[in-house]
């Protein structure tokens, strides 16, 4: 995980976004993109990569599965690029929901008091959906 550094990561645009099942909103721009690009790989123990490459005509895909603290977690992030060859649009959907609240509740502790913040769950709603899930 820490030593996989995407191509794609280093060619993006200026109105870049990203969103995924972690996080609560979409996140605009460069800066961004590499803050939560840049934590999240810290928190895979390793990636075993299933495919990484191409999809369709013009876009990218990687499909991976890790551990983050203990959990077992499956990634498959669609990277679409605009005309000009830019990362436009990445897409990171992550499975399955324990390790979803999980991994948004460590993103949302690690940019606490930051502007990305407002991206990832707080301690105490993660709490409440860990709660409202084991009661369903």
Do not use: C, K
């Amino acid at each position: 995980g820490r030593d996989y550094h995407p191509d794609w990561l280093d060619n993006l645009a200026d109105d870049v976004t990203i969103e995924g099942s972690v996080l609560t909103g979409i996140a605009e721009g460069p800066a961004a993109i590499r803050a939560i690009e840049g934590h999240a790989r810290t928190l895979y123990d390793y990636q075993e990569f299933n495919y990484v490459g191409p999809y369709g005509d013009h876009d990218f895909v990687e499909d991976y599965t890790s551990v983050v603290r203990g959990e077992p977690i499956g990634s498959v992030v669609v990277i679409r690029f605009n005309a000009a060859g830019q990362a436009a649009r990445i897409v990171v959907n992550h499975r399955p929901l324990g390790s979803v609240l999980l991994w948004s509740q460590l993103m949302g502790e690690h940019f606490a008091g930051t502007p990305y913040a407002q991206y990832f769950l707080t301690p105490a709603a993660a709490q409440a959906l860990h709660t409202a899930g084991a009661a369903g």
